[in-house]
């Protein structure tokens, strides 16, 4: 049976790398859908837990996980041998950026590396990670054709990115439309029928890169965007206009105009990093990306701006210099009602104020601790803090940087005597404390 016809009757056995945001609740969806599926992932802690059913991401339900376990449906692995044993091979690795801020695609080209060790004739490999464009056909294409076969000719080869949203209710991954595209006719339509088994609506494009393209551009307008409005607050602060009031009144058109709102930095994998994957790239033909890096340096400096706003807010209402007062950040994560703390402003806050000698803490309900790690500075190792009405009449200053939905606002407003808002949280929320927007 050939690969199409595989993909056509739910046969072909489907290889997921990496089993994180992306990767896992794509795994589940092919499971769902009654797919094999082996998933790998060379973190051990992540495997041991996933092995034993045990779900790893918080704001994903997924109820089968440990039926699908028990039935050997979904089998977890950190050996990239089975992968001679399956049809389909979807990557979905990191792609962080390193120290310069250039793309750091060490994930993919050593996963590819494994997989061009056991790679088959007719199996179909895509990539999904965030990239600039050329990196599908030029970097991991060169990279699997170590193995002797030939890219879209020995085997299949196609990009499609992902665009989960971590912690929205409305989109999952099968309703999300999933964009395709591949250089060969044959890799179009395999990638092309293997999607529409789980998503509802698949969008082919005429080349892998337009596809990266794609993904950068989406997150691009987000970043460029939310930089607008992040500096249309420091610009309206002086004026004693609040910026928050102003977008919910320019909503109010029904065309031409589309929210977004300020916050204290950017945080997850996309937004922060994406637009940096086409800066690089577009060095190569010696074009700069003003507007881009633009955007990036306003969204880089809201923490410091929201420092500011702490310290003038404890001189003006409290009398006490930002050295040694108590400080409580509210939510480690850097959007509401998930468990991912990846690029999260609220480290970048801590270690700010850290270094003013503030005397910080945290409460999250989802993330227990910041990992113990250089990568976190000061903050390395903090516990969150059990939100009682005794520990925040301690407190100086409370700083809300994510709410999530479990909050307990009106405990906060009861007992607080300095509140600084990254996100308009205390807008109905009736309090006798002081509050500056920031």
Not at 62 to 85: A, Q, W
Not at 136 to 149: F, H, R, Y
Not at 215 to 231: G, M, P, Q
Not at 242 to 269: C, N, Q, R
Request: charge should be positive.
């Amino acid at each position: 049976m050939n690969l199409e016809k595989k993909i056509i009757n739910i046969k072909a056995k489907i290889a997921i790398i990496g089993l994180g945001y992306v990767g896992l609740p794509l795994a589940y969806a092919f499971l769902e859908k009654k797919f094999q599926v082996i998933g790998i992932d060379l973190d051990k802690d992540k495997t041991i837990k996933l092995s034993k059913g045990i779900n790893i991401l918080k704001h994903l339900k997924l109820k089968n996980l440990k039926k699908y376990i028990k039935e050997k449906k979904f089998k977890i692995e950190s050996d990239f041998k089975k992968i001679k044993d399956v049809d389909v091979i979807i990557l979905c690795v990191p792609t962080p950026l390193n120290k310069f801020r250039e793309p750091d695609l060490s994930y993919i080209i050593n996963s590819a590396k494994e997989i061009s060790k056991f790679l088959k004739k007719n199996q179909l490999v895509i990539l999904e990670s965030s990239t600039f464009p050329g990196t599908t056909d030029e970097n991991l294409s060169n990279e699997l054709e170590k193995s002797g076969l030939k890219a879209n000719i020995d085997f299949s080869l196609s990009y499609s990115p992902e665009r989960e949203d971590p912690g929205n209710k409305e989109f999952n991954t099968a309703s999300i439309p999933k964009i395709i595209g591949a250089d060969s006719l044959k890799s179009k339509k395999l990638s092309k029928l293997l999607y529409e088994r789980i998503i509802d609506k698949v969008v082919v494009v005429s080349s892998a890169k337009v596809a990266e393209a794609a993904k950068l551009t989406e997150n691009i307008f987000r970043s460029v965007n939310i930089a607008l409005v992040n500096e249309l607050k420091v610009i309206y602060d002086p004026m004693g206009i609040d910026v928050w009031e102003v977008i919910e009144a320019a909503s109010t058109k029904p065309f031409g105009y589309m929210p977004f709102y300020p916050g204290p930095g950017l945080g997850g994998h996309c937004i922060p990093i994406d637009p940096f994957y086409l800066t690089y790239k577009a060095k190569e033909f010696d074009i700069s990306t003003k507007f881009i890096e633009l955007a990036g340096e306003i969204n880089t400096s809201m923490p410091t701006y929201v420092v500011e706003k702490v310290i003038i807010g404890l001189s003006e209402f409290l009398k006490k210099s930002i050295n040694s007062s108590k400080i409580l950040v509210i939510g480690l994560a850097y959007k509401s009602d998930i468990d991912d703390m990846r690029e999260s402003p609220a480290v970048a806050l801590i270690n700010l104020l850290m270094k003013k000698r503030a005397n910080v803490s945290y409460h999250d309900d989802l993330i227990k601790n910041i990992p113990s790690h250089k990568k976190y500075g000061k903050s390395s190792g903090m516990k969150s803090k059990k939100l009682t009405k005794k520990f925040i009449l301690s407190q100086d200053a409370i700083l809300i940087v994510t709410k999530h939905s479990s909050l307990n606002l009106n405990l906060i407003a009861q007992n607080s005597k300095l509140i600084i808002d990254t996100r308009n949280a205390m807008k109905n929320i009736k309090t006798k404390a002081k509050i500056i927007k920031a």
